[in-house]
C-alpha cells in the first residue's frame, strides 16, 4: 500500500540531508534536486522537500520547508514505525 505524510520543519535542505544520513543510514538512498528516494528492503520512501522561505520571529529569521513524505509498498505499521524512528533525527531540525 502506499501512504503519505506532510508537515513543516524549521530547516533548510542542506541541513535536512545531513540529519539524513544519521537517520536513514543504513538503508540505500539517492537524492536528485529537492527529492530524496529512500530503498528500504523493496520498498520506496520519496521524501519531497519544498522550500518556503523564511519566517520571522521577532529578531529571529527562521527557515521552513515543507517535508512531504510518500510510503510505497509500506503497510500502516511500517510507516508508523518508520516515523517513530526518523522523528527522533528530525528533533534536532527543528521538526
Known sequence: M??????????????YLRELSDAIGHLDYEVTGNQIIVRDHGRR???????????????????MTQVNYEFIGYTKE???????????????LGG
Not at 502506499?2 to 541541513?15: A, G, I
Open 2 to 15: 502506499n501512504f503519505r505524510q506532510s508537515h513543516e520543519m524549521q530547516t533548510t535542505l542542506k541541513e
Open 45 to 63: 520512501l520519496v521524501i519531497d522537500l519544498i522550500y518556503e522561505g523564511q519566517r520571522h520571529l521577532g529578531s529571529l529569521n527562521l527557515p
Open 78 to 92: 511500517e510507516m508508523d514505525d518508520f516515523m517513530k524512528r526518523f522523528k527522533m533525527h528530525e528533533m534536532r
